[in-house]
């Protein structure tokens, strides 16, 4: 059995998010609330962003913090906007949040600060970014041995989720999918170890209860089919040879995992065995929420500001999502 498709081979890496960066150029740049910009890859890649015109950055955090990195590293930071704020990560998250109440920026980035504690900031019952959607996270990855740009969710935000937390990751998704412009009706396989329904895995009993919920218009705009172990969902062969019939077995562009756990293992295997390079994007909040770590390439980080750029465009051309 292949591990990805054989007809996808020809794919040149990076050639996925080479598409997504030339769109987001098309757009009108978006203004990004960068979060404590303080070391020296997040700086570069915001810079590097708004250099491509995907993004005009405005800098929050410590402004003789950023100054001094910006110097270390020789990064022209003249002609940015610089929002001072007092030392430490919580009062940058805090104030990044409240510049996009502002009406300051339409994409709020990650830093150098810890994942936490945006995610503290922008989830706050009081003066945060919830809306009425489950918040969840995306990675769009470029494998290149598979035809498609394939969506990991959610292997970053909901620990557990429930039966009604994974209706909005998988919506989330899909929404994603098809307002960034790579296409519609997107393909979605639930994972789990087994593509059977059996009461000894709960996964199974969940993705069978997802395509039905999909079924009676619970969940639209995407072709679900779960459950799907990883071989029947993304190998054409795999799922030949169990004899599983549908249009997402084999072709899945959206990968939904049973937890964190299991999806954040998924995508590091796809970026360190099959050499994928993983954007990463927070969804459901009222503006996207780009998430960086320090081990990205460049590309991913352009990508990822990318994504952003053209969801926040999406969002102009139609009405905001009501906040809870």
Known sequence: MSVMPAEANAAPPGSKYDRLIAAAKGVPTVSTIVVYPCDESSLRGALESA????????????????????????????????????????????????????????????????????????????????????????????????????????????????LDVKRDIIQNAIDLYTQIGIGKLPRVAILSAVETVTAKIPSTIEAAALCKMADRGQITG????????????????????????????????????PDLESGNMLAKNLAYFAKADGAGIVLGARVPVVLTSRADSARSRMASAAVASLLADARRKSAPIAAA
């Open 51 to 162: 250099e491509a015109g995907i993004i005009k950055a405005i800098l929050v955090g410590p402004a003789a913090k950023i100054k001094e990195v910006a110097a270390r590293h020789s990064l022209n930071i003249a002609g940015y906007e610089i929002v001072d704020t007092p030392p430490g990560e919580a009062a940058a998250a805090g104030r990044g949040v409240q510049l996009i109440h502002e009406g300051k920026g339409e994409v709020l980035m990650k830093g150098s600060l810890h994942t936490d504690e945006i995610m503290r900031a922008v989830t706050a019952k009081v003066g945060g970014l919830r809306t009425d959607r489950r918040i969840s996270h995306v990675f769009i990855m470029d494998v290149p041995a598979y035809t498609e740009t394939i969506f990991v969710t959610d292997a970053a935000i909901n620990i557990f989720p429930d």
């Open 222 to 257: 995407g072709v679900l089919d779960g459950p799907l172990a990883f071989d029947n969902a993304v190998d054409l062969e795999a799922a030949r040879i169990k004899g599983i019939k549908s249009e997402v077995a084999g072709r899945a562009q959206i990968l939904v995992v």
